[in-house]
Nanobody, 117 residues
Framework: QVQLVESGGGLVQAGGSLNLSCAASRTIFSFVAMGWYRQPPGKQRELVARKTSIGITNYADSVKGRFTISRDNAKNTVNLQMDNLTSEDTGVYYC???????????WGQGTQVTVSS
């Protein structure tokens, strides 16, 4: 079991930046991947960024060049630096931990990001 707690969300103007942080209750070293997902209003949850245990990163096309995911196994944290935000980035952002095909996946409670235009 692991608890994931997100922080850093809030209200920001378009063009601004936010840094989201996800703190895990135990080591994240064993997780195959850690990621950030978001759920825009009235839409389904979607991938924002993922980083595997060997450093491979994936980003949604809509955030490439603007968002950066970082994973610190020593601190048990995963951060998402979000720059040049637009109203399309508004939503609830969730942290996730993936154990692979033979284990459990874990999700945080989410943090709200609202970008005003």
């Amino acid at each position: 079991q692991v608890q994931l707690v997100e922080s850093g969300g809030g209200l920001v103007q378009a063009g601004g930046s936010l840094n989201l942080s996800c703190a895990a209750s135990r080591t994240i070293f064993s997780f195959v991947a850690m990621g950030w997902y978001r759920q825009p209003p009235g839409k389904q949850r979607e991938l924002v960024a993922r980083k595997t245990s060997i450093g491979i990163t994936n980003y949604a096309d809509s955030v490439k060049g603007r968002f950066t995911i970082s994973r610190d196994n020593a601190k048990n944290t995963v951060n998402l630096q979000m720059d040049n935000l637009t109203s399309e980035d508004t939503g609830v952002y969730y942290c996730a931990a993936f154990s692979g095909p033979y284990g459990n996946d874990y999700w945080g409670q989410g943090t709200q990001v609202t970008v005003s235009s």
